[in-house]
Structures are given as structure tokens and as C-alpha cells.
């Protein structure tokens, strides 16, 4: 199994429209993708100078799956997140295997 992480750092004044947003509208539309067959949303327990991090992880089946959402949907997904919170956050991506 492949988890797919996405880990972000959303501005204060922000951060609880960001998190509604993420739960009711784009991980529904990453999952009706139909590449990944489960999702979580975490809140990172740490002190941060600013914002507030969260993590969401995604589980798909295979890299083949992996590579063929972020072929066909990830950048138009990634654009609108983009365009909704321009300057309110800071993100990077990363993959992990499950053993």
C-alpha cells in the first residue's frame, strides 16, 4: 500500500475555513477520483510559530495508481487549493510505503 501525504501549514485567520473546506469539498473530490481507497486528516501536535499544521493522507493500492491520479487530477486539484488560499498556506508532499 502507498500513502500518498500531503502536509500544510494554514494561517490562523484561515485555518478553520481551510479545514471545513478540505472536509466538504477537495478530499471528497480526491477520493471520487477512485484511486485511493481510504483517507485521514491530522492535526499535528506541535507548537508552531504561526498557523497551524495539519497532514492528509491518502492510501492507494499501488504506485501505478499513485501515478496515474497525479497524471489526470492532481494539478487541477492542486490549482484550485491554490487559488482558494493563495498566501494563507505553506505545503509539501511526500510518499511513503506501508510495510
Known amino acids: 500500500m502507498i500513502l500518498y501525504n500531503v502536509t500544510v ?7 478553520l475555513e481551510w479545514l ?22 491530522c492535526r499535528l501536535l506541535v507548537e508552531e510559530e504561526s498557523g497551524t499544521t495539519y497532514t492528509i493522507q491518502y492510501a492507494c493500492a499501488s504506485m501505478d495508481d499513485y501515478h496515474e491520479y497525479v497524471e489526470k487530477h ?6 484550485e ?13 511526500s510518499l511513503m510505503e506501508v510495510l
Open 81 to 93: 487549493h491554490a487559488t482558494k488560499f493563495a498566501n494563507k498556506f505553506v505545503a509539501f508532499r
Open 74 to 79: 492532481a494539478a487541477g486539484l492542486q490549482k
Open 9 to 15: 501549514n494554514v494561517e490562523d485567520d484561515v485555518h
Open 20 to 41: 471545513k473546506w478540505m472536509r466538504e469539498i477537495h478530499i471528497p473530490q480526491v477520493m471520487a477520483t477512485g484511486y485511493f481507497l481510504e483517507h485521514k486528516i
